[in-house]
Each structure stands twice: as structure tokens, then as C-alpha cells.
T-cell receptor
Framework: EPEVTQTPSHQVTQMGQEVILRCVPI?????FYWYRQILGQKVEFLVS????????KSEIFDDQFSVERPDGSNFTLKIRSTKLEDSAMYFC???????????FGSGTRLTVV | AQKVTQAQTEISVVEKEDVTLDCVYE???????LFWYKQPPSGELVFLIR??????QNEISGRYSWNFQKSTSSFNFTITASQVVDSAVYFC???????????????FGQGTTLQVKP
């Protein structure tokens, strides 16, 4: 069964550093998403991406965040200057059209120290 | 505004008991989808079911069953004869369509932590 692959599975970074989280969506999917889950809390939508542009973003997704699909296969989330409160599990997801085939990756656990 | 409420924060049962996890949603849209996900201690999100707003048939899959009632805006999840391996956090989620566009944003509930004791 096709999978969404996220790397790395764990990342520790120092406060103020830039971090890039990587995702390889399912190959024929057209919609891409990032979600965040702070430990012990619910999963929250960050951003959706379609046709090489952001289609929707939440209030969490401020100027510190950016997304990119640099080479037609990877989908990245960049946090420019990490803060302690950015520590969370970050999930990438992709879907064919809207909700069909909606698939999550296994997540990247980011720890900011 | 769209919202998903899972009022039960934690549930603890003894193995072989049946348990129902409640989910209540809010939306003004007539077309929407509801999901349940399981999050085991390893952290990944495991898809369990998707149901669209036009299909109110209940569904059974092995020990799992789902009761969708539009009249009460609820999509409850029952595990029959629970097992220790069912211990996890369970999330209910909602996607809506506004008729002109859909960005596929999933709105999650707070989650219910289920502990099944041997």
C-alpha cells in the first residue's frame, strides 16, 4: 500500500536554529498538508498546498513557517527560527482529490532545546 | 464554524468490556466527511473509518462499529470485547465542503485516551 514518508523520525534542534522537515507524498496525490500535535494535545492543521501554492493556512502558520515542493516529489516544512513552543509531532499528509486517499505519514517528532 | 467535540478525555475499561467513544460535530455545510483515527503510543495516526454526510448507515468492521446520527450530529465509535491492544488515543475528525472549494483541512477533536486493562 502506498505510503507517505517523513524524515527524520526524530529531530532535536537548538532554539533559534532553522529546521526543515521532509515528506515524500504518495506519487499521484495532488494535495499536501502539514499538521502539528503538541504533546498530549489534539492534532492541528497548519497548511494545505495545491498546484504549487498554499491553499489555506491556520493562524499557527506565521511568518516563521514556510512550505515548498522543491523537486516534484518532496514536500518540506521549514521553521526559520525555532522556539521552545515549536516542540511537537509534525505530520505530513497527502490526498488525491480533496479527501480521497487522505494518508498521513508517521510523523517527525521535533524537540527544541 | 466547524468543531469536533470529544467530551470523554480518558476512559478505562477491563479487557472484554464494550466501550463507546463519543464524537459530536458542528458544521453548517451539508456536505462533509467524518473520520476516526487511532494513535497508539508509537505516535502514528492510523486511519479507521471515513463516512460521508449522505450515508447514515452504521458500519461494523470486526470488533469495531460506528453509529452516525445526523439528527444529533454524532458519530460514535464502539469497540466490542475490548483488548489490551486497543489502548490508544482515538481522534474523531471532520472535513467540510463549502460548495465552491475544498482545501481538505481536517478538524480534529481533542481525542479520547482509552486504557484497556488486562
Amino acid at each position: 500500500e502506498p505510503e507517505v514518508t517523513q524524515t527524520p523520525s526524530h529531530q532535536v534542534t537548538q532554539m533559534g536554529q532553522e529546521v526543515i522537515l521532509r515528506c515524500v507524498p504518495i506519487s499521484n496525490h495532488l494535495y499536501f498538508y502539514w499538521y502539528r500535535q503538541i504533546l498530549g494535545q489534539k492534532v492541528e492543521f497548519l497548511v494545505s498546498f495545491y498546484n504549487n501554492e498554499i491553499s489555506e493556512k491556520s493562524e499557527i502558520f506565521d511568518d516563521q513557517f514556510s512550505v515548498e515542493r522543491p523537486d516534484g516529489s518532496n514536500f518540506t516544512l521549514k521553521i526559520r527560527s525555532t522556539k521552545l513552543e515549536d516542540s511537537a509531532m509534525y505530520f505530513c499528509a497527502s490526498s488525491e482529490v480533496g479527501i480521497y486517499g487522505y494518508t498521513f505519514g508517521s510523523g517527525t517528532r521535533l524537540t527544541v532545546v | 464554524a466547524q468543531k469536533v467535540t470529544q467530551a470523554q478525555t480518558e476512559i478505562s475499561v477491563v479487557e472484554k468490556e464494550d466501550v463507546t467513544l463519543d464524537c459530536v460535530y458542528e458544521t453548517r455545510d451539508t456536505t462533509y466527511y467524518l473520520f476516526w483515527y487511532k494513535q497508539p503510543p508509537s505516535g502514528e495516526l492510523v486511519f479507521l473509518i471515513r463516512r460521508n454526510s449522505f450515508d447514515e448507515q452504521n458500519e461494523i468492521s470486526g470488533r469495531y462499529s460506528w453509529n452516525f446520527q445526523k439528527s444529533t450530529s454524532s458519530f460514535n465509535f464502539t469497540i466490542t470485547a475490548s483488548q489490551v491492544v486497543d489502548s490508544a488515543v482515538y481522534f474523531c475528525a471532520l472535513i467540510t465542503f463549502d460548495g465552491s472549494s475544498n482545501t481538505g483541512k481536517l478538524i480534529f477533536g481533542q481525542g479520547t485516551t482509552l486504557q484497556v486493562k488486562p
